[in-house]
Structures are given as C-alpha cells and as structure tokens.
C-alpha cells in the first residue's frame, strides 16, 4: 500500500520503545540553520543559503549527461574513477607530490567529514572544534562515540585561538579540526597561524581535520592548504562550492596513503563508491576550471565589498571584510541574543542564520551569505538597517 508521508496522518513517526532508535543519534540535535526559513513569508530575501548561485560549469553537466547515455551508471572504483583521483592530484600538485593514491573521491564533503571521524575517533577522544564553526563536526564525533570540545576563533580576523587550543588539548585529544576559508566567519588561516598548528600536531601527536571546500573563493591573500602536511594532517575538499553543484554530492579526501587505505575501507562500508556519472561531469570541467572560477571570484568579491560596506554603514554593527567563502559574520552591540535577532529579521523578510548557531562563540553575530545577487543583498541591507535601527 502507498502511504504519502507528505501527509500529516499519515506520517508514522518512530517510536522510541518499539522502534529502537540509537541514543548515538537521539541525542545529535538538528542544525539550526534551516529553522529561521519556517518563519519567512514567501517573498523573503534570503541571505541564509550556503550555496553558490551562479551556474554550474557547462562542461560538468555535458560530461555528466554523456557519462549517463553512454551507460556509464554502474557501481564504479571504491575511491572513485581513476582518472579524476588523478586529475585532483595534480590540481593540488602545486601543495606536494600528491598522486591520485592520496585522493578519494567521495559522496559529498560532509560525508568525507563523517567518513574520517568514523575512521580515526575512538570512544572517549575528544575533537577540538573551532567555534563559530561549520554545525557538523562536534556530532560526527559524537556519532564516532567520541566528545568535543569548542576551541575559539580571534575576534574580527577569526583565526585559530591558538592560547585556547593549548588550553583545551588533554590527554584523550585525538584531532584538532580546521576551517579555512571558513563558514560561517569568511576567515583565511594565515601562515602563523597555520605553522603553530602543524607544531602542536608534531608535539602533541595530534591530526589536523582540515575542512578547505571553500578553498576556491579567497579574494585576499593566499589559501594555505594542509595537504602538504599529509603526515599530520588529513584534507576534506569538494565539488559543491567549486562548481556550484551542490545537488550532485561530489567531495573528495587527500590523506596519506596509510590512512588512505583505511579511509576507502569505510567509503566501501557506506557507499560502495560515489555517483558515477558526476565524476565523468566534474572530470570533464576540472583541468580547465580556472576561468570559470575567476569569474565566481570577481562576482562574489563585488558582493563582499558590497555587504561590509553597508554593514559597515549601520550603527551598532561591524565586520571587517572577510577574505574568503562567501559568508560575511557581522558583529553586533544590541543586547540581544542572535536568535532573537535573527527570527526579528525574518518575521520583516529576511532570512540569516544566527551566530550561535554555529557554536558558543558564535553570540552577538549574525551570518549573511552573499551567494545572492546585489539587489538582493541591497534589499536585505535595507531591511537590517531598519530593524537594528528600530531596536535601538
Ligand atoms: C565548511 C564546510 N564544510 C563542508 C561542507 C559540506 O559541503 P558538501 O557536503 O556539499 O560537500 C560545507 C557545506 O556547507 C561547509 O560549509
């Protein structure tokens, strides 16, 4: 029998007593990201959406639909096809001899992030967590059976709060995680920064977790990637944010080929291997992806300046512009807790997301994604200024 589950009677939700569900996954919570969109009139500006806007590569979905017609729809390699772990490596050539054995692709960067702390946190490891930081961390490693621990990013440039790293390390610290360029801040690691947390890795016998899909998107400075630390460090990367294909899940994972061959025993575990057809769509677009995306970066580095200038412009509130993602996390001098703040804002048609959302550390901020076009980011300034103004 169909059973619609898009109708409220007929929903069965599971019951805990016969059903059995997990403590593990009982006690995740749900993001808060997604709830500020319930609230939202239809007509809203939303500024609450970390996905690019602009359109995918042509050559991506060509590649892929040819993938598809010419019947290439079979489970495929574990670690992914051959010639796109190849085609990785050496885009990446530039930070060390990486070699398409160094490379996985996987079903997405979340699930690469899942994948690593599945495969490297025992029960009774804690993970260092920076804080604001992307939600999913804390309860992979709460899933792995492990805890975490919020580190704090700097006020204003948002680096690694290394005094506060060193405070949190203990004896059970297994893996310290790192977002650079990151959601929700727009902060780019800088080189001191970077080298204290390859020495607290090489002093404390501690991995380096380090997220970089937004590698693509810094409009000041340089990224510093942790794949040249593979003897440390382990690197989460993707397609989503590159090609704008956030739908099609397509990550990837550089690690050293020890972990490498642990890390395609658990993708077997929980995939068989990645979707086929993108990887022949994302292996077609990569080897010339650079115009498309100086193209992204000089859209969305209008929109940032764009962004801070008129946050800039509203009493009470402060950014400086951050150098790179496309997400820009204003402070603010109300006293109101951002949540409050944030549902005030899409209750008169803006949708962001609330800095504690993303971790103890993330009060008195809102996030703003700037993957919207200008007249929409005009639009919503207009509307933060008239609120923050009127709860003034
Ligand atoms: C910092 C960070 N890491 C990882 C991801 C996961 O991206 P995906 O699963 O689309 O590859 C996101 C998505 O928003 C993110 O912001």
């Not at 090489?202 to 003897?231: C, P, R, W």
């Not at 010339?288 to 193209?295: G, K, R, T």
């Not at 946050?311 to 603010?332: H, Q, R």
Request: one cysteine or more; charged letters at 25%.
């Amino acid at each position: 029998m169909f059973v619609s589950y898009t109708n409220p009677k007929n929903r069965m939700l599971p019951n805990r007593d016969t059903m059995k569900i997990s403590r593990r996954i009982s006690e995740v919570p749900m993001s808060g990201i997604r709830k500020m969109f319930d609230l939202a009139g239809p007509d809203s500006i939303n500024l609450g959406l970390g996905e690019p806007d602009l359109a995918p590569p042509s050559e991506a979905i060509e590649g892929m639909n040819r993938a598809a017609s010419a019947g290439l729809n079979k489970y495929g390699p574990t670690a992914g096809i051959p010639e796109l772990r190849d085609a990785v490596a050496k885009r990446y050539s530039m930070y060390g001899d990486l070699k398409g054995s160094n490379i996985m692709i996987t079903p997405s960067g979340s699930s690469a992030l899942l994948e690593i702390t599945q495969s490297m946190v025992d029960p009774g490891d804690d993970v260092l967590i920076p804080s604001p930081g992307f939600v999913i961390y804390g309860p992979h490693a709460q899933l792995a059976g492990g805890s975490y621990t919020e580190y704090r990013l700097t006020e204003g440039d948002f680096q690694p709060d290394i005094d506060d790293i060193q405070s949190k390390i203990k004896p059970n610290t297994k893996m310290i995680v790192v977002t650079t360029p990151s959601n929700p801040t727009g902060g780019v690691l800088d080189e001191q920064t970077y080298k204290a947390l390859c020495d607290i890795a090489a002093d404390k016998d501690i991995t380096i977790l380090s997220d970089e899909v937004y590698d693509s998107f810094v409009y000041e400075g340089k990224h510093i990637s942790f794949m040249n630390q593979l003897d440390k460090a382990v690197v989460v990367n993707g397609f989503s944010k590159m090609m704008a294909v956030t739908g099609w899940r397509m990550g990837f994972i550089c690690a050293n080929e020890e972990v490498m061959e642990s890390l395609i025993r658990m993708q077997y575990h929980v995939c068989a291997s990645p979707n086929m057809p993108a990887q022949y769509g994302i292996l077609e677009a990569l080897p010339n992806i650079e115009p498309y995306l100086e193209n992204a970066r000089s859209v969305f580095k209008a929109r940032r300046d764009l962004i801070s200038k008129r946050i800039n412009e509203i009493p009470g509130m402060s950014i400086i512009p951050p150098k790179g993602a496309f997400y820009a996390f204003p402070s603010y001098d109300l006293d109101m807790p951002s949540a409050e703040l944030a549902n005030e804002l899409a209750r008169n048609g803006l949708i962001c997301t609330p800095g504690s959302a993303f971790g103890k550390y993330g009060e008195n901020h809102l996030r703003f994604s700037y993957a919207a076009d200008e007249k929409k980011i005009e639009e919503g300034m207009n509307i933060l200024e008239k609120v923050i103004g009127r709860l003034r």
